[in-house]
């Protein structure tokens, strides 16, 4: 019997914790003080998965990954936490072609059935808002694994968890977020967050991929003096995070204006030599030639480190809104 079964036999099951029962849309949600718990437990799950591999903390609960744009870390991280916390996942992440989504079922039948044989669900689709809407319709905790170009909270706490691992703090450091800005859901969430902190951040994109105005707004509503350039000489020697991020091209509607953006940043052996000694490169990846594999063995590219952050922090998170 599992420890779930025992507390509902018992009548003692009662969810608990800051997350519990919530759903993840934004990185609105979080504050500093929660933020630090889930970092906590992320640390706890890494130590787990280090010494033993898994354990049985989510035996008894089941996570749908519902996949409507496509993914390789984001939805295997997913199921590698549940798995690695003893649940069992319905990956609906070959994408939604062979469910009956393309059959043209609405996503809130979608979400109204698979809260039938789930007890959370992540969700990746390609509309702003998706995930809010899913989250009306479900009685079981949803986490937006991703809304168009809107934002990604998931992977905004495992880049935070991350500057923190590599750097050992958060306030005082100069962070470069470098690329598709515009489109970028990633450094849409990223960036809300590090407003939380005493940081100084530089944005570089080309006119076309500026941060959104909503987001300038923002950063200069909390104190931020925003500092935007086009050339990543501008940020490289200062810089203590070089965040690098890929150019949307499926957010494009004009492939000409895709064109001409691409290729625009390459971070390679030559830029990472005026690059402090101390610093990360960081990415959420897929990359599609932002930074050149030469530097895969520097020590300061932190980008597969990052990837392995995910489940740890992905634990947390299940484990959290599941109330365990
Ligand atoms: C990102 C995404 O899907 O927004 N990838 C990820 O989740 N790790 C970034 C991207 O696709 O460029």
Not at 32 to 40: I, K, T, Y
Not at 142 to 171: K, M, S, W
Not at 243 to 252: C, G, L, N, W
Request: charged fraction near 25%.
């Amino acid at each position: 019997m599992s420890e779930r079964t025992q507390k509902v036999e018992t009548g003692l099951e009662g969810h608990s914790g800051p997350l519990a029962g919530a759903d993840i849309l934004s990185v609105d949600q979080f504050d500093c003080d929660l933020l630090d718990a889930v970092f906590e437990r992320a640390d706890i799950f890494r130590q787990l998965v280090e010494a033993v591999g898994t354990g049985d903390r989510l035996a008894g609960y089941v996570l749908t990954c519902l996949f409507y744009e496509p993914s390789t870390r984001t939805s295997s991280s997913f199921l590698a936490a549940m798995q690695r916390l003893g649940g069992r996942v319905i990956p609906i992440t070959q994408g939604v072609q062979f469910s009956s989504v393309s059959k043209g079922e609405s996503l809130p039948d979608t979400i109204r059935t698979l809260e039938q044989y789930s007890d959370v669900i992540v969700l990746r689709h390609p509309e702003v808002g998706a995930a809010r809407v899913a989250a009306e319709y479900s009685s079981v905790p949803v986490i937006n694994a991703g809304d168009g170009p809107g934002e990604h909270p998931t992977q905004a706490l495992l880049d935070l968890y991350t500057i923190q691992q590599e750097l050992g703090r958060i306030d005082g450091l100069k962070i470069a977020m470098v690329g598709d800005l515009r489109y970028g859901r990633t450094v849409h969430s990223l960036t809300k967050l590090l407003l939380q902190y005493d940081v100084s951040l530089r944005f570089v994109s080309p006119d076309s991929l500026r941060l959104p105005m909503v987001l300038r707004n923002k950063a200069e509503d909390a104190g931020l003096k925003l500092r935007e350039t086009h050339d990543l000489s501008d940020v490289i020697e200062n810089a203590d995070v070089l965040y690098v991020t890929r150019i949307q091209r499926e957010r494009f509607a004009d492939p000409k204006h895709y064109d001409e953006v691409k290729g625009l940043y390459t971070v390679d052996r030559k830029v990472m030599s005026r690059a402090k000694e101390r610093m990360v490169v960081m990415h959420p990846l897929p990359r599609v030639g932002e930074i050149a594999p030469e530097v895969d063995g520097d020590p300061r590219a932190a980008y597969f480190r990052q990837a392995r952050n995910g489940v740890y922090v992905r634990m947390a998170l299940l484990a959290m809104v599941l109330g365990q």
